[in-house]
């Protein structure tokens, strides 16, 4: 990193200073954050950096409540004043290196009849608008005991609350399935993501998210080969259910078709699937937007 007194002078944020510019630079949240985990998650606030005749000034108010401020022009003053502060917070800290622990979820909205929702985590908002047949990608939660709740999006209309403990280390999927008016009632469907360590063969895994639909058989095989005197491989499967994750041949080409239990009646028919090896998926039977048919498929990608 360059030294002070070149064309241009860096401080140890990564905020580049350019001297003779009139600009201030405030410090904004994603700054502070990084700074708050450089001092192993000690609670400190830079509240300013701005020019003053060539200089930068720096407040910063650390734990003990003391402000500071600091006037340099070159980087290796600033870096002596950040090493001091540095081992400030590790006393303040009792030297607390290690960040806490955490969980993966992924959050699905499969309820038919639903308008899109604002999920809440602990009493705070973690993911908004999200709208029907919508998918997250895997986020980062605290783990623990935590408290789920779904919101019609933008109100205080509250439709779905969970209690769940995350493990550390875990990763979950939760499904939001069901009708928000009628029967079947609107549920929190919590899948652990337990894939299979082997990575020379796809996994797929099932769900009937479809509340509109009656118990099904699930059918995997060759694009668009006959049901006749074929064995299901899954059979009877209720709403709500979710299989394991079954193993598929990598980059082979695949069908999946649902029927009502016990028939060869094709309700649900997936298109030509294929696999990459070592991939992981999670097929989700939906309804149509409202309920009912044309029922369809949601495809995720677990790994």
Not at 278 to 283: E, F, K, L, R, Y
Request: proline share 6%; net charge neutral.
């Amino acid at each position: 990193m360059p030294q002070g007194g070149g064309e241009h002078d860096f401080w140890p944020l990564g905020v580049e200073i350019v001297p003779g510019s009139k600009t201030p630079y405030l410090i904004d949240r994603n700054l502070l954050i990084d700074f708050h985990k450089v001092l192993y998650r000690t609670l400190v606030k830079i509240f300013d950096a701005t020019f003053v005749a060539g200089n930068i000034c720096v407040f910063v108010w650390l734990v003990n409540g003391g402000l500071h401020r600091l006037t340099s022009r070159s980087f290796q003053t600033m870096k002596n004043f950040f090493l001091q502060v540095a081992a400030a917070a590790l006393l303040f800290t009792g030297l607390t290196f290690a960040q806490a622990p955490s969980a993966r979820v992924r959050v699905v909205h499969a309820s038919p009849d639903a308008p899109a929702v604002d999920i809440y985590v602990d009493g705070a908002v973690a993911l908004d608008n999200l709208a029907y047949r919508g998918a997250t990608d895997y986020v980062e939660l605290p783990s623990g005991q935590r408290i789920f709740q779904v919101f019609v999006a933008g109100t205080q209309t509250k439709v779905a609350e969970l209690n769940a403990t995350l493990t550390p280390g875990s990763t979950l999927t939760v499904i939001a399935a069901g009708f928000a008016a009628k029967t079947p009632s609107l549920r929190l469907l919590v899948l652990s993501d337990n894939i299979p360590n082997d990575m020379t063969n796809p996994y797929i895994r099932v769900v009937h998210g479809a509340a509109s639909a009656p118990a099904v058989d699930v059918y995997v095989g060759a694009p668009y080969q006959t049901l006749r005197g074929r064995d299901a491989a899954l059979t009877n499967v209720p709403f709500a259910a979710a299989s394991g994750y079954v193993p598929l041949r990598g980059n082979v080409g695949y069908m999946a078709r649902v029927t009502p239990a016990g028939t060869k009646t094709i309700a649900i028919e997936s298109g030509r699937l294929s696999f990459p090896a070592g991939s992981a998926w999670t097929v989700i039977a939906v309804d149509a937007t409202g309920g009912g048919t044309p029922f369809g498929f949601l495809a995720l990608q677990d790994r």
